[in-house]
């Protein structure tokens, strides 16, 4: 079962390189959600498509664009990179609604860093 | 806004032994409480949703509690083990996922 897979592992940037972090599942779900971690702050949301077709944002959205190209992809686009958004990002996805059994499953996480 | 701590950042632990971590939350108006599992360099995976009319759910070792009148929850691990050793995070959700709340987590260490 692949689950959640996300590419690449790793990436080093310049600043104002551009680049797209790439998220596929294979499970089906409807949902799916792009979170960075960062030290000491927990995940925060970045974007998140409740269902193909929708994208919204998040709590940190800025200076980055989603794309849910169909229902098992999901990419995230940095247009112009900043050493603030040095970071690991994860994808997650669930069945997606708001039933309270709505368990998240997550990627392995790619490992940013923007010079 | 909702608000979630845990508490503490890290802890240490003999083998064998039971151990509690907490997590605090300020809008008791929850859907659902997850605590996810993170090892070193991966992803988190779900260990336990409990929603929210329910008041603990069980997984093998695992028992997560909640508590929506004081704004807690707390993962149980019995009989503690190495393998145990990660960070946990619990977290909290005001409606679907998109609004989930993360903690920083607690990391455990089990020593052998």
């Known amino acids: 079962n692949a689950g959640v897979t996300q590419t690449p592992k790793f990436q080093v940037l310049k600043t104002g390189q551009s680049m797209t972090l790439q998220c596929a599942q294979d499970m089906n779900h409807n949902s799916m959600y792009w979170y960075r971690q960062d030290p000491g702050m927990g995940l925060r949301l970045i974007y998140y498509?409740?269902?193909?077709?929708?994208?919204d944002k998040g709590e940190v959205p800025n200076g980055y664009n989603v794309s849910r190209l169909n229902k098992r992809e999901f990419s995230l686009r940095l247009e112009s990179a900043a050493p603030s958004q040095t970071s690991v990002y994860f994808c997650a996805s669930s069945r997606g609604g708001i039933s309270g059994a709505n368990v998240l499953t997550f990627g392995a996480g790619s490992r940013l860093t923007v010079l | 806004k909702q608000e979630v701590t845990q508490i503490p950042a890290a802890l240490s632990v003999p083998e064998g032994e039971n151990l509690v971590l907490n997590c605090s939350f300020t809008d008791s108006a929850i859907y659902n409480l997850q605590w996810f599992r993170q090892d070193p360099g991966k992803g988190l995976t779900s260990l336990l949703l409990?929603?929210?009319?329910?008041r603990e759910q069980t997984s093998g070792r695992l028992n997560a509690s909640l508590d929506k009148s004081s704004g807690r929850s707390t993962l149980y691990i019995a009989a503690s083990q190495p393998g145990d050793s990660a960070t946990y995070l619990c977290?909290?959700?005001?409606?679907?996922?998109?609004?989930?709340?993360f903690g920083t987590g607690t990391r455990l260490t089990i020593i052998p």
């Open positions: 409990i929603q929210s009319s329910q």
């Open positions: 977290a909290a959700s005001n409606f679907g996922n998109e609004k989930l709340t």
């Open positions: 498509s409740a269902s193909e077709g929708t994208t």
